[in-house]
């Protein structure tokens, strides 16, 4: 992975700077020793690591803003990091760059129950939100796989989602607030506890925008009153097409399920074996949908999926008569990445979104370049939204076998440009798609986002070399071409 | 439509002539007052502008999806024919766009139904009653091609509700009222419109009770889209005979979605809230009538026939401080407050003078967290009076680096935000 050239004279300082740092935070809070700078040399993308120059966990906002600052005066490179478990590189550290690890900002700030929101510290992890709400009867409702473990800054800074986001939103859809240091040490609030943020909107804009615009020290979330009644099916299908037309019903129905699943036989037997929630065996395809509310509701609800299913062809139908038994058949979708690490030494997860309705064909196409490359490759799906994850496996013992995987994803995402989709419908950019951003961008569209972060951070310190195929510098950016004596414009109809 | 200003007017019919006029405004350095239907133009502060860029011609329906609950069309759609066309497949805009411009109308233009379009809304981000459930405009932009003050034609964002490939533009184009970009086409995300609506009304509560009530509601597990109260004065106005003749306030909650499920929430609510005085129930019509009037705020009198109409404010506010926001000013000034989102957003209405008020609702904005606009008052108040709450100068500044990073020569709309900006 091509990344930028690091800096020797920023390597020159290292001691000074580690004494200048130490001037801010406490010593131990500044990680400059090769063993312990090791934890932090990748995140979940673990094939691609990089030993980082130097971590510093600071403890609070006025820390953030004064090692910012410090390292913005001396043109050294940040790389902020929540938990590392991004899937696309957006903590990949960097040779010369400080990794600033947000691990110390972990206390819940305030409940405000009047107000039905949390503001947090963003090391907090995901689901620490929900633990801490759930006796009152709330939650929150973006709810990521790794949520035990993702700090919410990171969900903030990914726009992370979740299975229920299909009816409750993505991170984005549930935020009001955000405190946020800039490059120059500069604090910014962005929105408070209210619905709307005024001016432009920069809580929107800086919400997935991967740790590239500023170090996120603070995040107001919403928080739901938990639903009344939750039930869930698992209905078994003959085939992908059988699955997909399911999902078109249910959604041309007008119903929006909390959760609407698809896993293919190479998932539902791995996941099976790996933790026994029960699937159908004989099943190609199946798929989990959630419904909550009202009991009348859920109870309406659940007969008219059970018809559309069985109107599809459905091989099996069940539906949870217990929580016990709903949690079970979400256990297997959610051990679906560690299911598949136990079948392959090392697997890769892909993250592209397609039009719900080409789901058969971007499937059959993915099997295709699966036998092609001759690699496994099994496909959970969020089928409600478009959102495909197919998990490649592979060895990368294997001389070649890891080039080869990365090959045949990059040839799925641009399936998925193609057919009208995205290359990352919730783990972000970072390194790993960053070199096919042209496939969805054109130079223009790029240049324009890039001149986004010329606003935050013109001299482009944090975390560079994610999102962006090519860095060009914020001045040439900034230059206009002024097409003056061309001032006929004769197409433009006038009044 | 209100007269036009002297000057030229450019209405471009394409994609391709919007960039011809962008290009032009730039080598000519004339400041461009953009407009879509028109009906939103006294919202913001005067443009200082030399020529009108009229987008009405950009308006047409692209490509309707609703299997996959997508919409694309030209920015200049007027959201009458993006409406009809959803409620041929039984779905909706879910955000329930606002439509102020019945607030600035003549007798005239409402007679003539509105010419609001999609593109305004989404610019303006205008977002109805249904914000607590459904989430704002912003929220369901998904795409867009526009044109940059710097005549560079540019997209972003897809035709997929989930997508985190670059910064999410949408976002900051949706509320950023024309001055950073042009919008030539947008995409958004549309849902299935509810089969049964229904409002319980709840009388005779004061506002501070009334907004505890409604926060009881949403935080309730009835799935609430509506949350508003009505004070006398307000509720007299009302079309709807259960609310104008009640001889009270009214609180209104309202319900959506599957038939028996809206009939059990009600239910559950009358019962949730029914120790807090008389209750009743609304059905489909009145409802629709109801929380229209509570979407474009048209229950706050204009005042007296033939005087200036009264400045009318919109604040954004954690809440539970609606009702003490809303008491600190009517202690200071003369008001009449409505109160939507659960009283996250408080209408007020004050007495005409020449400066509506504006050092003491920013104070009682200040105190409670959130922030104030200008909606509705003369050209030459909204001149002197920032209309836009006034920013913390880290903030300001980083407005002002990405303005002029998408708008450097000050083509779109200069100043209509903030000064400068
Ligand atoms: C098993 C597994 C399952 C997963 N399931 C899902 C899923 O269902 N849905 C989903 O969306 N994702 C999922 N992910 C991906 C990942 O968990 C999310 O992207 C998560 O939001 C990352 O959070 P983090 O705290 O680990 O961030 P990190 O990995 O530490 O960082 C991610 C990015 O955010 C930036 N960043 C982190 N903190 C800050 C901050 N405070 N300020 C500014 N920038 C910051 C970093 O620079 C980096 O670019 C999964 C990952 C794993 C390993």
Redesign the pocket.
Known sequence: MRMPLPDQAVIAQRTELVAALREIVAADDVIADEAALRAYEC??LSAYRQLPFLVVLPRDTGEVSRVLKLCGARGVKV??????????????PLADAVT???GK?NRILEIDYANRCVVTQ??V??LAISQAVDAAGFYYA??????I???????????????HCLKYG??TNNLLGLE?VLMDGEVVRFGGKQFDSEGYDLLGLTTG?????????EVTVRILPKPSSVCALLLGFASNEAAGACVAEIIGAGIIPAGLEMMDRPAIHATEDYCHPGYPLDAEAILICELDGPEVEVDHLVARVRDFAEGCGATSVRVSQSEEERLRYWLGR?SA??AAARIAPDYY?M?GTIPRARMPEVLNRIAALAREYDLLVANVF?AGDGNL?PLIMYDANNPGELERTEEMGSKILKYCVEVGGVLT????V?VEKRDLMGEMFNEDDLNQQQRVKCAFDPAQLL?PG?MFPTLHRCAELGRMHVHRGQAAFPHLPRF | MAALPTGEVLKPADAEQLGEALRWAVAETRPLEVVGGGTKRQLGRPVQSAALLDLSALSKIENYEPEELVLSARAATPLAEIEAALAARDQMLAFEPADYGRLYATANDCANGSRATLGGALACNLSGPRRIKAGAARDHLLGFKAVSGRAETFKAGGRVVKN?TGYDLCKLLAGSYGTLAAMSEVTIKVLPAPERTRTVLLFGLDDAAAIGALGAAVASPHEVSGAAHLPVPAARRSAVAYVSGAGAAVTAVRVEGFGPSVLARCAALRAQLGHLGAIEELHSKHSLTLWQEVRDATLLGAGAEGAAPRPLWRLSVPPSEGPAVAARLQAETEAEALFDWAGGLVWLAVAPSADAAHEAVRASVAAAGGHATLIRAAPEVRATVPVFQPQPPALAALSARIKANFDPAGVLNPGRMYAGV
């Open positions: 995140d979940a790389v902020p990091r929540g938990a590392g478990t991004g899937l696309s590189g957006g903590a990949l600033l690890a947000l900002f963003p090391g992890a995901n973006p709810d990521p796989s790794s949520q473990a993702c700090s919410i800054g990171g969900n903030v800074a990914e726009n992370a989602g979740g299975v993505l991170t946020m925008s991967e740790g590239l615009l500023g170090v996120i020290t959610k990445f560690p997860v993250d969020h994850h419908g919730e783990h972000g970072g975390n994610k | 985190v």
